[in-house]
T-cell receptor, first 111, second 112 residues
Framework: GEDVEQSLFLSVREGDSSVINCTYTDSSSTYLYWYKQEPGAGLQLLTYIFSNMDMKQDQRLTVLLNKKDKHLSLRIADTQTGDSAIYFC???????????FGSGTRLLVRP | GAVVSQHPSRVICKSGTSVKIECRSLDFQATTMFWYRQFPKQSLMLMATSNEGSKATYEQGVEKDKFLINHASLTLSTLTVTSAHPEDSSFYICAAGAGEQFFGPGTRLTVL
């Protein structure tokens, strides 16, 4: 079945690293995505990783994928107050363009 | 990156009326667009996939007669909520593109 889970809330201090975790169940996922949503706004694609990759780094963002455990994480280095938002992971099925979203993790960055 | 707009950004209507929401891809053509619904503090749920020139594909549990989708051109898809009721109040987000989905800013619908 299709199920993507995330922890609901994360609070970090400004300047620290944030790690947001996601687990998924469908092993046929081809791409896994991280989106950011600020209050009252749509989704902004942050980064994505292809299922045959283990890691992808893009400036302050590092994505780790453990395909065996079906675990995806997003690490934000030097977290800033502007990073406070809801972060969604999403998986894309092999057979379609359909995205299955996790429940979202609310990141709060304290000054 | 590609830009997707939605109009209106916010709408309040009376119960029983119909509301149309537009989704436009501004700088690219999109044969496929997606309509999502998001309840407060919850995730996005895919409602339907809109295909240019053909009928939309609805997800299980979504009433196609209530949520009418029209994708008449490569840059415009519309979602019409017919005979809206308070339980239809939600945040509706569209996305355009097949390989990579670009999301619109969302439309907040409030039905009184």
């Amino acid at each position: 079945g299709e199920d993507v889970e995330q922890s609901l809330f994360l609070s970090v201090r400004e300047g620290d690293s944030s790690v947001i975790n996601c687990t998924y169940t469908d092993s046929s996922s081809t791409y896994l995505y991280w989106y950011k949503q600020e209050p009252g706004a749509g989704l902004q694609l942050l980064t994505y990783i292809f299922s045959n990759m283990d890691m992808k780094q893009d400036q302050r963002l590092t994505v780790l994928l453990n395909k065996k455990d079906k675990h995806l994480s997003l690490r934000i280095a030097d977290t800033q107050t502007g990073d406070s938002a809801i972060y969604f992971c999403a998986e894309r099925m092999d057979s379609s363009y359909k995205l299955i979203f996790g429940s979202g993790t609310r990141l709060l960055v304290r000054p | 990156g590609a830009v997707v707009s939605q109009h209106p950004s916010r709408v309040i209507c009376k119960s029983g009326t119909s509301v149309k929401i537009e989704c436009r891809s501004l700088d690219f053509q999109a044969t496929t667009m997606f309509w999502y619904r998001q309840f407060p503090k919850q995730s996005l749920m895919l409602m339907a996939t809109s295909n240019e020139g053909s009928k939309a594909t609805y997800e299980q549990g979504v009433e196609k007669d209530k949520f009418l989708i029209n994708h008449a051109s490569l840059t415009l898809s519309t979602l019409t909520v017919t005979s809206a009721h308070p339980e239809d109040s939600s945040f509706y987000i569209c996305a355009a593109g097949a390989g990579e989905q670009f999301f619109g800013p969302g439309t907040r619908l409030t039905v009184l």
